[in-house]
């Protein structure tokens, strides 16, 4: 079993940055893909970003590339999701999850490539 626990959410203005944690619980962190999604009301849920089991290969959404990087720490068994120049788009609850496969695939880029969800952190961005 892997639990998932997100933090780092909140209110911040247009422009600005936040950086978001997913610690792990369980598991064997160090070979799970893990990724970011969201979710805002009225919305499907979204990819956002996916990194492979070392940390070395990533790959993130056209609406966050170049504003937005994920990391790993498999020591601390946490991934991070820095978010920068920050939007009201970007307001959404986030979602960290894990994936059983080591390397990015096709499956690391869809929800139901992911076994473990954590419970959600909000962010919102403030025009």
């Known amino acids: 079993q892997v639990q998932l626990v997100e933090s780092g959410g909140g209110l911040v203005q247009d422009g600005g940055s936040l950086r978001l944690s997913c610690a792990a619980f369980?598991?064997?962190?160090?070979?799970?893909?893990m990724g970011w999604f969201r979710q805002a009301p009225g919305k499907e849920r979204e990819f956002v970003s996916a990194?492979?089991?070392?940390?070395?290969?990533?790959r993130y959404a056209d609406s966050v590339k170049g504003r937005f990087t994920i990391s790993r720490d498999n020591a601390k068994k946490t991934v991070y999701l820095q978010m920068n120049s920050l939007s009201p788009e970007d307001t959404a609850v986030y979602y960290c999850?894990?994936?059983?496969?080591?390397?990015?695939?096709?499956?690391?880029?869809?929800?139901?490539?992911?076994?473990?969800w954590g419970q959600g952190t909000q962010v919102t961005v403030s025009s």
């Open positions: 999850a894990s994936n059983p496969n080591p390397w990015l695939s096709g499956t690391s880029y869809s929800s139901q490539g992911y076994d473990y």
């Open positions: 369980g598991g064997t962190f160090s070979t799970y893909v």
């Open positions: 990194i492979n089991w070392s940390g070395g290969t990533t």
